[in-house]
């Protein structure tokens, strides 16, 4: 029964192919393409031709990556493939427990990864892969052995399996069970049926149990089928675990992940224009200390945990980083990428965000807590990463929006069904995966990915690589331009106000409330603040009327010119640092003001004095004492100071779109690579003589299973010409069987010279 | 989205357009679990804090029922988080019950026994239980009972208290309503109190607390303590109960400094109950002194602190406060919430306003300039003077006299701080002057003048901020006051509150309140202060130059 080869999309022949370069030969170029996309380390450094890249496919640390992304049914199949050692597709879909379909599409991804291939005697799994298919039944390993060239066929040995006595048939179980090899002890291993003085010995007798050297007994692959039942599990392995669902109404959840967005954005926007002013200071190893944290928490209104997904988001976003403050040292402060975030919409802003967060390994969750080294993580510190955490949030939001409509993860019981779907999904992922499962969720659901742990219509997109922001902005509520004003001096903006007339108002009042909202505050100082600007009294006059709804109140007019009236009273001078002012008593005034001493104040005129102190202290001072002086320029002129926010220069971005793009891209050139290199290897004899070429013929012979002519340099300098089967590459050293007495050799990979295929 | 009236805040406020269609009936919606904390023209700032979502608990409601409020009626999507945070805090409230236990007496419940573990572990509790009855039950000193109460409440556990009150003596009381008739929101306040078991009713001032304080009684039938701020607002929660109840002369008792009368229905001041000799409150016997069913407390935003301790022992007996706002200067609202009871009755001044029953008023800030002399002074002065300095200047007598001739023929309040500027203005206003020092007789004398239009000019200190009715004033003039103080505000702006009869044409009258302060100095910013107040609860009000008055 022979029926090799497929009737897949690339229309391969039929009858199977000489070695896995010449099955890579076969394949159309997206098909390349694909297996390049799938397996990133085969197309660095670019391979020169089909045979290296089917080398470097074979090896043991590319063969355990490829294994790393399969789901545990995949495993399964990849390990009944192992245990079948070389089987056709029907075969191997009766030896998994599973439905025929699931095997038949798994086996043709595995084609796909190459990490198996369809020799002209059936499917072979690539040589590595029993070695890295470690861990047991919960990575989707059945702890069989390969079959043994026995050539039984599973039925003999059932019958053989069930005519042993029941002593030596529980030995049997417990060995098969127990990973397949068992130790010899004192049990004579070349006896044959009917001498047998123990379980042990009926079971090497009847040839259930095989000597392997040193002093071990393997149970070979069909034995440990036949008492499995024909198959490598007992239970099916393409069932993955269902997530615990619950109950979540589509408009409250999305309207819940919709304010959560928002309030990310907000969060982020309100930190970062603080920083602006009042930059934080970073710790020498790059981080930001638990207090700055905590001041951040405060100002946000938010525990440390959420500052530090604040800070972390931002950080990941670009938005934030060091620079040196006047005194040399390391602050925290926005980058200039930040102003222009600041002027997208709020969905726009929000878009960037989540991209940061999806891509970043960044893991806030665990500020707080102590690293292995007993002391406390900092937020932004660089160590505070994991690599799988990137895969881990998209699939948990992938899977979370495999949600039947209307519900979401389940409360209580949810996470821990999502973690266990994934760890059927990903069975070699680390222990961490729960953890990291749980804070995904957890950072999701307080940035807006998800409302009520359910994912709202715009986060799929995201995930699907699509824009976002449309569907995000349908549901934040409309900028508005107008706000009311009240005669407690507040202003209420109705909405999320616009960005230009947002600017100003923060100049001439205080922001007292945050939310979708906001509610700003005059007060004395805030007008200060504006004057303080450059704005007339007009201007600010105009503004006020033609932002507000309703009429101007009259307690603000008045507030605004009485602002107007004590603004500019006092004149401090530069050359010599004066206060001069037409007011005598309130020159008097300061000059007796308690807090005024430490100034150095000296009357030296009815209108004038002077101060030891420089202007640019002075004059914050002053208004600390609370009087509203203004800056003369030494020719007399007013000078008008803005204070200019800080920035940093942004740091370069590893963008994971721009990262993919950058992929396809150098799969495709290593696509055409490929085929150019394949035309001059063509040309070249079939022999290797160069070391590249020497370690893939080999590679190529190990697959096939297939004696190669070696020349090799031997101890006394002697070069001689033998012929070996590979068995491994490994460490430098080649191990091959020699075909004349069926003895392991072991060669040191440089002193082989050529390698020619045998014919 | 919807085009709610309501704009929910991650902070916890809550904006409501006021000129929003559906505003009136979300303003109910919201009014039983959120603090109403400013009320100006157009939007409307509630808070939900965990006492307001406590109270609406033990008003009945659920968590559910709030968060679907807040769902409905927002604009915007809600923070999730606050979400959270009401479903949360509102599960705190009856997780711990004190109840009567047939055997035990009063015993602490609780359904969630690692609650019950967490509080028994409290060092602040712990001298307040008896023995442990069962795994879910603990005996408690019955007179612990309150201060009970109030150390769960500051644990974030408040207590449901099922233990049920004594009947009191009991005393005929009925209202005796021949010539009138109690108002819908009165009868309303009355009834949630009575229904609630006790509790705090809030009115503005001038909505007639006292009446609810009548209708209270009259569901208790049952000798009733009464605790009111002064001898004065005393003598006239008196004349009310007379006037308005079945009560007569010889059945109601007042107990302060001068009379020390306990009948049935007896009124004592805070003070005589707070007085302290030798460490002992010589006056605490009154509380035992008859079975008294119910306890009244007037103005229960300044009960004093020694009186939340006595009435940690009587949480056996119906208490009842009365109150313009629920706002302490002192922070106490918690012990308000625990020893009183929960908020029953609550309506806006605004609302009532509206209704017709409290005067509609106009707020004016006049601002002087102190002469140039007297700024020397003052930027010289020591910061504990340069208040007095500021309010008492000389210039604020020229405004006063003008603003007294403009509304001449209107019945005038002068209210002040300072004895000495009291003094210099009645002399130079030819005003009769009611001061501390004014004798009791005296002063009832000069009010009562007042009230009948007799004397149309009264200059007064603080001590009629409290509780006493002049509802013939028009017109106030404060010309200095305790420093910033929120309260003095409302109440000195109560004075006007009263609603006259409508003139002649029908027209009511428009009161007048006049607060003249001094620019650019301390004056100034405490009456900012005060203002902002008056602003958030609607009043809006003008500022205007001293110069511009006389125009």
Request: glycine share 8%.
């Amino acid at each position: 029964m022979v029926q090799v080869g497929r009737t897949g999309n690339d229309g391969a022949q039929r009858s199977g192919h000489r070695s896995l370069a010449d099955q890579l030969r076969s394949w159309p170029a997206e098909r390349v393409a694909q297996l390049l996309t799938d397996r990133p380390d085969l197309a660095t450094p670019a391979p020169h031709d089909f045979g290296q890249l089917a080398s470097r496919a074979a090896s043991r640390s590319s063969v355990a990556r490829a294994i790393d992304i399969l789901s545990r049914g995949e495993v399964s199949v990849l390990d009944a493939l192992v245990v079948a050692v070389e089987t056709t597709r029907t075969e191997i879909a009766q030896t998994v427990y599973a439905d025929p379909s699931f095997v038949g599409a798994t086996v043709d991804r595995l084609l796909d990864l190459a990490l198996v291939w369809e020799s002209t005697e059936g499917l072979r799994p690539l040589s590595a892969v029993a070695d890295c298919l470690t861990g047991g039944t919960e990575s989707g390993v059945s702890g069989l052995r390969p079959r043994s060239a026995e050539n039984r066929s599973v039925a003999r040995t059932a019958e053989l399996v069930a005519s042993v006595s029941p002593g030596a048939r529980r030995l049997l179980e417990h060995v098969v069970a127990e990973g397949g090899t068992a130790t010899a002890g004192s049990a004579r291993v070349g006896i044959s049926p009917g001498d047998e003085t123990s379980p042990a010995e009926e079971l090497i007798a009847h040839r259930l149990l095989l000597p392997s050297g040193d002093g071990l007994l393997v149970a070979p692959g069909e034995v440990g089928l036949a008492v499995r039942g024909g198959r490598t599990t007992t239970t099916p392995v393409d069932v993955p675990p269902d997530i615990a669902w619950s109950e979540r109404p589509v408009r409250l959840a999305t309207s819940a992940a919709a304010g959560a967005a928002a309030e990310a954005v907000r969060h982020v926007e309100q930190l970062l224009e603080w920083w602006g002013h009042r930059p934080a200071a970073a710790l020498r190893t790059g981080g930001l200390g638990v207090r700055e944290l905590r001041s951040a928490g405060e100002h946000l209104g938010l525990d440390n945990g959420g500052a530090a997904l604040v800070v972390e988001t931002a950080s990941a976003a670009g938005l934030v980083a060091t620079r040196a403050d006047v005194d040399g040292n390391p602050v925290w402060v926005p980058t200039d990428a930040f102003d222009s975030w600041m002027e997208l919409d709020v969905a726009g802003r929000w878009a960037v965000l989540a991209r940061a967060w999806l891509a970043s390994p960044r893991l806030p969750s665990l500020v707080g807590e102590r690293g292995p080294d007993g002391k406390t993580w900092n937020a932004l510190t660089p160590e505070l990463s994991s690599g799988v955490l990137p895969e881990t949030k998209r699939m948990v939001l992938t899977e979370l929006a495999r949600a039947p409509e209307g519900s979401g993860l389940a409360t209580g019981t949810g996470l821990a069904s999502l973690v266990a779907r994934l760890a059927w999904l990903r069975p070699r992922r680390p222990r961490t995966r729960a953890d990291l499962a749980a804070w995904a969720v957890g950072e999701a659901g307080r940035l807006g990915l998800t409302g009520l742990d359910a994912v709202p219509s715009y986060t799929r997109d995201l995930l699907a690589g699509a824009d976002p922001v449309p569907a995000l902005a349908a549901l934040l509520p409309d900028p508005v331009d107008h706000v009311l004003i009240q005669a407690d001096l507040t202003a209420v903006a109705p909405g999320p106000l616009l960005p230009d007339i947002a600017r100003s108002l923060h100049l001439v009042a205080d922001v007292e409330s945050r939310g979708a909202a906001t509610v700003y505050r005059f007060t004395p100082a805030s007008i200060r603040r504006a004057l303080d600007a450059g704005w007339s009294a007009a201007e600010t006059h105009a503004f006020l009327e033609s932002v507000s709804r309703t009429p101007v109140p009259q307690p603000l007019s008045y507030l605004v010119d009485d602002a107007v009236r004590s603004f500019g009273r006092l004149r401090v001078g530069v050359a010599e640092s004066f206060v001069r002012s037409d007011d005598e008593a309130a020159l008097a005034e300061l000059v007796h003001h308690p807090r005024a001493a430490a100034l150095g104040l000296r009357r030296i005129a009815p209108t004038v004095l002077v101060s030891t102190t420089p202007p640019d202290i002075l004059l914050p001072r002053l208004r600390e004492l609370g009087v509203a002086p203004v800056a003369e320029a030494s020719d007399g002129t007013v000078r008008v100071g803005v204070v200019e926010p800080l920035r940093a220069r942004a740091p370069k971005q590893r963008v994971a779109a721009a990262e993919e793009a950058r992929a396809a891209a150098h799969a495709a050139a290593a696509v055409r690579a490929l085929e150019e290199g394949e035309e001059a290897a063509r040309s070249r004899p079939a022999t290797a003589s160069s070391p590249a070429n020497a370690l893939s013929a080999l590679r190529d012979a190990i697959e096939r299973r297939a004696d190669v002519l070696i020349a090799y340099t031997d101890d006394r300098g002697v070069v001689g010409e033998r012929t070996v089967r590979p068995v491994r590459v490994e460490g430098g050293r080649l191990t091959a069987l020699d075909p004349s007495d069926g003895e392991e050799r072991s060669f040191p990979v440089h002193r082989i010279g050529r390698v020619t295929p045998s014919p | 989205m919807t085009e709610g009236p309501l704009i929910v805040q991650s902070d916890k406020s809550l904006l409501l357009e006021v000129d929003h269609p559906q505003a009136v009936e979300c303003r109910r919606a919201i009014a039983p679990f959120a603090e109403l904390e400013r009320s100006p023209e157009h939007i409307h700032t509630y808070r939900v804090t965990p006492l307001g979502l406590w109270n609406a608990r033990a008003a009945g409601h659920d968590a559910e029922q709030v968060v679907d409020t807040l769902l409905t009626y927002s604009r915007y999507p809600v923070p999730h988080s606050l979400l959270v945070d009401v479903a949360e805090t509102m599960a705190r409230y009856g997780r711990l019950r004190l109840d009567k236990h047939p055997t035990h007496g009063l015993v602490l419940a609780s359904t969630d026994r690692p609650v019950l573990e967490e509080v028994l572990r409290a060092k602040k509790i712990a001298g307040m239980l008896g023995q442990r009855i069962d795994d879910d039950t603990v005996a408690v000193h019955p007179s612990e009972r309150g201060n009970l109460k109030q150390a769960l409440l500051k644990l974030g556990w408040p207590a449901e208290d099922y233990a049920g009150y004594v009947d009191g003596e009991a005393h005929p009381i009925e209202l005796a309503q021949e010539d009138w008739t109690l108002r819908d929101y009165q009868a309303e306040a009355a009834e949630s109190f009575w229904h609630g078991g006790s509790g705090v009713v809030v009115l503005p001032c001038g909505a007639g607390k006292t009446l609810v304080g009548a209708a209270a009684m009259a569901h208790a039938k049952a000798t009733t303590l009464i605790l009111v701020t002064n001898t004065v607002s005393a003598r006239q929660w008196k004349d009310e109960l007379i006037r308005r109840t079945s009560l007569t002369e010889d059945e109601i008792g007042e107990y302060s400094g001068a009379v020390k009368q306990i009948r049935p229905v007896t009124i004592a001041t805070y003070q005589v109950v707070t007085t302290r000799r030798k460490g002992v409150y010589p006056h605490l016997e009154l509380f035992d002194a008859r079975d008294w069913g119910l306890i009244v407390y007037d103005e229960v935003h300044l009960l004093p602190a020694p009186i939340f301790r006595m009435t940690a022992d009587l949480q056996a007996r119906r208490r009842i406060g009365l109150t313009a706002t629920l706002v302490r200067e002192d922070g106490r609202e918690g012990d308000v919430f625990s020893l009183i009871g929960p908020k029953r009755y609550d309506a806006p001044w605004k609302d009532i306003e509206s209704q017709g029953w409290i005067a509609p008023a106009d707020c004016v800030e006049v601002r002087v300039s102190l002469p140039e002399s007297s700024r020397l002074v003052y930027a010289t002065a020591e910061p504990e003077e340069r208040y007095r300095l500021a309010a008492c200047t000389k210039e604020k007598v020229g405004v006063v006299r003008d603003l007294v001739a403009r509304h001449s023929g209107q019945p005038t309040l002068v209210i002040g701080q300072y004895l000495d500027q009291l003094e210099e203005l009645g002399e130079e206003l030819d005003a009769p002057v009611i001061t501390g020092e004014t004798t009791v007789k005296e002063r009832q004398r000069l009010f009562e003048a007042f009230r009948h239009g007799e004397t149309g000019l009264l200059v007064v200190s603080k001590v009629a901020n409290f509780s006493i009715d002049l509802p013939s004033a028009e017109v106030a003039i404060q010309v200095s006051g305790s420093f910033g103080s929120r309260q003095e505000e409302a109440q000195r702006l109560g004075r006007l509150l009263r609603p006259g009869d409508p003139g002649p044409d029908g027209e009511r009258k428009i009161a007048h309140f006049y607060t003249i302060v001094s620019r650019d100095t301390v004056d100034a910013e405490f009456a900012q202060h005060r203002q902002r107040f008056l602003a958030e609860q609607g009043y809006a009000y003008r500022i205007i130059d001293a110069d511009e008055l006389q125009v």
